[in-house]
């Protein structure tokens, strides 16, 4: 008998990085290094286990500042360039290594991988990977979601209405653009829940979300099953809610299956290892020191001294760990089942580049947990608009604020040092509101300047720049990209005050910022 299901869900986003104005830019490498190590190889796995028929079902929020990036005309031409590259790399390696009979093997699992991407990336999807997601969508094996516009942490806006709606609004329509149908469910950036959030998501048509325990907990009433069942708000809206006994398994930095020893270790990399003269080409064009994607050795512990990488104990690791997931989920789920009378639910979210990006062997991992689920009848895998489809029974309640953040609420993104960049992007909503009510009607060129100014008022939004800030990492890239939008807002702001328009100096802003095509600044009026 069944004891429950798991709905595992994966988050894919990445801050809007397109920067057309240089021949390459140092934070594009983030779009592709997450296209070589984890989107591209989740496609592939997804096509081996197709082929195996083998019943796997996953959810996936496609972030809409992704999705733009993926199908960028320039990005993608980039993308290939940067690909280029990585096999000049690894020509270089696989003669400097030729005999080290140790590390040579691995050098040529790194030719294989970006021959393999440049392959399929070209060929097989066209140069657009989101035509093969909705290909699995349409399988009803892959559950997509859309998120909000650029990411924006949405509970630090709850004064600010009309911000929220257009963040909403625009992820609904950025969906629709790629997919060609309306979402169903709808990714919170970093979980960030605040009682009221459901009205104006049910108002675009979305249908379920997924909120963190302690939003749920502190929810009135609280759910009588805990996280092993989903709630539904008051005007229907359903929230799943993450598991974190599930979670901490993979996630947790000191006990997750990621830090153990024989892994590959993420941050040795020969981009900070070998000589400038040898790297130089492969890095930044101001010569920063920054990751290649070429890395040698293992987790190994806390120490500077590592231990050489060893795939195969890596891939027996990686059996060992997805029986240890399958064999705790099922007890976790048979305990719980019992007490609800009823099978159990464990949403199980994770950031989608951890899986081959940041944990190399994160891909395999999955593989073998769908893989070895097969040979058990007491779980199996759903995907969110399955659960919610067949859900019953759920308490009513009304969820309270918090988020998946360190400190469980917005201490991330709001703290000293990023506090100060919250009254620029306020002026800016309550600008952007007062462009909307005064100019209401506007057509061709003025009502392109403000969609611009509109899509400006977002992309300082971005709850990547407050992240970045306080991480201390790309901080003068984050810090620029907040300075930027301000900036053009303010000469938009500006210019219809002055009903005066720069034709040209609007275009080249909308080719450079080439996001959204189908904004309408009109939602940032004032609802009466």
């Known amino acids: 008998m ?44 997804f096509a081996r286990l197709e082929a195996d028929s083998v019943p796997w079902r996953l959810s996936l929020a496609l972030s809409p500042t992704l999705t733009t990036m993926l199908a960028d005309t320039l990005l993608q031409n980039r993308y290939i ?7 000049e790399l690894a020509d270089k390696e696989l003669e400097r290594l030729a005999d080290d009979q140790e590390q040579l093997p691995l050098a040529i699992l790194y030719a294989d991988l970006y021959r393999q ?33 650029t990411h924006a942490f949405l509970p630090l806006y709850q004064s600010l209405p009309q911000a929220i709606a257009a963040q909403i609004e625009a992820g609904v329509v950025a969906f629709r653009s790629s997919f060609g149908r309306a979402p169903n469910g709808f990714w919170l950036p970093q979980l960030g829940w605040f009682p009221g959030l459901q009205d104006v998501l049910s108002a675009y048509g979305l249908q379920y979300t997924v909120i963190t325990t302690r939003s749920a907990m502190l929810g009135r009433p609280a759910p009588r099953f805990g996280s092993y069942a989903p709630v539904v708000c008051e005007n229907g809206l359903t929230a799943f809610i993450r598991d974190i006994e599930s979670t901490d398994a993979v996630w947790s930095e000191d006990d997750g299956y990621p830090s153990d020893p024989v892994y590959r270790e993420f941050y040795r990399d020969i981009g900070f290892d070998l000589p400038l003269d040898y790297i130089g080409p492969f890095i930044d064009l101001k010569q920063v020191r920054t990751f290649t994607g070429f890395k040698y050795w293992a987790v190994t512990g806390h120490t500077e001294t590592k231990q050489l990488y060893k795939p195969e104990r ?25 007490l609800m009378r009823k099978p159990a639910l464990l949403v199980a979210p994770f950031d989608a580049e951890l899986f081959g990006h940041w944990w190399y062997e994160g891909i395999d991992w999955l593989e073998a ?17 399955e659960a919610w489809r067949n859900k019953a029974d759920c308490v009513r309640t009304t969820p309270e604020y918090a988020s998946w953040g360190d400190d469980g609420y917005a201490g991330v993104w709001l703290n000293k040092s990023n506090d100060w960049l919250y009254r620029h992007t306020y002026k800016l909503v309550e600008r952007m509101t007062e462009l909307a009510n005064r100019f209401p009607d506007e057509g061709g060129l003025r009502e392109r300047v403000l969609n611009q100014a509109a899509r400006e008022v977002m992309l300082a939004q971005s709850a990547d720049w407050p992240f970045l800030l306080r991480a201390g990492k790309s901080s003068s890239f984050a810090r620029k990209q907040i300075e930027d939008a301000v900036t053009n807002f303010g000469r938009i702001y500006e210019m219809m ?24 600044y009109r939602v940032f009026r004032t609802k009466q």
């Open 314 to 338: 890596a891939a027996l690791k990686v059996i060992e760990h997805a029986e240890n997931f399958l064999y705790s989920r099922t007890r976790q789920l048979r305990k719980a089942s019992a």
């Open 369 to 385: 947990i769908f893989r070895s689920a097969q040979a058990t009848s007491e779980l199996s895998f759903v995907t969110l608009s």
């Open 497 to 520: 005050c002055a009903n005066t328009v720069g034709t040209e100096w609007v275009t080249r802003l909308e080719k450079r910022n080439k996001i959204f095509p189908a904004m309408n």
């Open 81 to 87: 360039a940067w690909l280029g590259k990585q096999l």
């Open 2 to 45: 069944q004891s429950g299901s798991i709905a595992l869900v994966l988050n894919a986003h990445l801050p809007f990085v397109r920067q057309p104005d240089y021949p390459q830019f140092l934070e594009e490498r983030w779009l592709f290094e997450s296209l070589s190590e984890c989107y591209l190889p989740l496609l592939r796995l």
């Open 117 to 149: 991407n440049l392959e399929d990336f070209t060929v097989l999807h066209g140069r657009n990977i989101l035509n093969a997601f909705d290909f699995y969508y349409k399988k009803g094996r892959l559950d997509l979601l859309t998120s909000a516009a």
